[in-house]
Every structure is written in structure tokens, then in C-alpha cells.
T-cell receptor
Framework: ETGVTQTPRHLVMGMTNKKSLKCEQHLGHNAMYWYKQSAKKPLELMFVYNFKEQTENNSVPSRFSPECPNSSHLFLHLHTLQPEDSALYLCASSHTGTANTGELFFGEGSRLTVL | AQSVTQLDSHVSVSEGTPVLLRCNYS??????LFWYVQHPNKGLQLLLKYTSAATLVKGINGFEAEFKKSETSFHLTKPSAHMSDAAEYFC??????????????FGTGTLLAVQP
């Protein structure tokens, strides 16, 4: 596989469930990102990881718990979510340092519906 | 802080006619600017980027954008629309200068409809 792969593509969960979103990048990048895309709102940056270390948490509620075991994998653990958390969650990656060309490379997203 | 404003939330054109999607930016330094496209149920794909080289930037699928510092604009154009261009387009500015990771600030998007 190439690029940035996200699974599952669609997820429906109740407010008391625990689930996880997975992202894997095959681009040799060292930075990974989670974005939230809600209807009629700009994309919101949630978390940034650089070489497995979290470098940014954009005031995200604790019911979202990221995990980055290595530079190629990123998870978003979900628990006790609210209906307003329903959105498209996008994973992205990029180079860092001198190889960084400024852009992000996105996966196709995981569409989350919270009932 | 950096920001972008997309002036139209919806644009409708006929197939074969020109496309113009407007974007204004605000930046305290020389910005990096991008246009991304999102087709239905897909992720975001980079169309083109400006990083202080040539002011006229050519991208994929016949799109181009011109950086105009005097107007703080970065409008996206295409001479002739194709049905496959129907998608949502995002103007983006980089909010990080010289850092290890990228912080991109997205506009609210312009939904392009192409009529047959």
C-alpha cells in the first residue's frame, strides 16, 4: 500500500462505547497529525506528533486519546463520546526538518457517527 | 496569526467555462499558501502550493493560482471546467515558519459544481 491509510472508513458507536481509529503512512514521514472535519466548519487540528512525541494538543477533550507507537502509525482512541463528536477524522503526515516541503499528505478519513 | 478567507462558499459553472475560486490571506510574514481539493467521501489532495518562488503556480489537473502580495490574494483558476472538477476546494496558509512540523490553517471551503 502507498500513501496514508485510515481504518475503519466508517464507524458508528454509542456514547458509552470504546473504539479506535487507525492511521498508517507509507511515505517515510516523521510527523503525523489528526484533524477533525465537521460540517460547515473549517478543519480543526487536534494533535501533532513528531518522531512519536506529541508536540501539539489543540485543547482536545480527554475523551479523545491519541497514541503514536512509531513514526508510521497513529491511533485515536475514543471513549464516552458525544453526538457532537460525529465528524470526519482525517490523518495526515509530513516530512520534518530539511526534507519538509510544507504540505501535509492526507488519508481518506474515518467517518464517525456517535448515536 | 495567519488566516485565509474563501470569498465564496458555492460556485457553479458550466462544463468548458473558466473556473475562479477566490481566496484572501492574512499573514505577518511571507506565507506559504496551498490549495487542496476534496472529492466526495475522499481525503484532501494537494492541488498546488506557493512557497515564495514564482508568483504564478501551476498545479495538477490544469489548475493554477497567482500570488498577489499587493492584494493579499491567492485565487485558483482553471481555463475550462470538467465534470470531474466538481469537489470542495480549500485555500490553506501555513501558520508555522521554519518549524519541524507543519501547522496549516484551512479556509472554510468552496464547493464547486459543474453543470453539463
Amino acid at each position: 500500500e502507498t500513501g496514508v491509510t485510515q481504518t475503519p472508513r466508517h464507524l458508528v458507536m454509542g456514547m458509552t462505547n470504546k473504539k479506535s481509529l487507525k492511521c498508517e503512512q507509507h511515505l517515510g514521514h516523521n510527523a503525523m497529525y489528526w484533524y477533525k472535519q465537521s460540517a460547515k466548519k473549517p478543519l480543526e487540528l487536534m494533535f501533532v506528533y513528531n518522531f512519536k512525541e506529541q508536540t501539539e494538543n489543540n485543547s482536545v477533550p480527554s475523551r479523545f486519546s491519541p497514541e503514536c507507537p512509531n513514526s508510521s502509525h497513529l491511533f485515536l482512541h475514543l471513549h464516552t463520546l458525544q453526538p457532537e463528536d460525529s465528524a470526519l477524522y482525517l490523518c495526515a503526515s509530513s516530512h520534518t526538518g530539511t526534507a519538509n516541503t510544507g504540505e501535509l499528505f492526507f488519508g481518506e478519513g474515518s467517518r464517525l457517527t456517535v448515536l | 496569526a495567519q488566516s485565509v478567507t474563501q470569498l465564496d462558499s458555492h460556485v457553479s459553472v458550466s462544463e468548458g467555462t473558466p473556473v475562479l475560486l477566490r481566496c484572501n490571506y492574512s499573514s505577518s510574514y511571507s506565507p506559504s499558501l496551498f490549495w487542496y481539493v476534496q472529492h466526495p467521501n475522499k481525503g484532501l489532495q494537494l492541488l498546488l502550493k506557493y512557497t515564495s518562488a514564482a508568483t504564478l503556480v501551476k498545479g495538477i489537473n490544469g489548475f493554477e493560482a497567482e500570488f498577489k502580495k499587493s492584494e493579499t490574494s491567492f485565487h485558483l483558476t482553471k481555463p475550462s471546467a470538467h465534470m470531474s472538477d466538481a469537489a470542495e476546494y480549500f485555500c490553506v496558509v501555513s501558520d508555522r515558519y521554519g518549524g519541524a512540523t507543519n501547522k496549516l490553517i484551512f479556509g472554510t471551503g468552496t464547493l464547486l459544481a459543474v453543470q453539463p
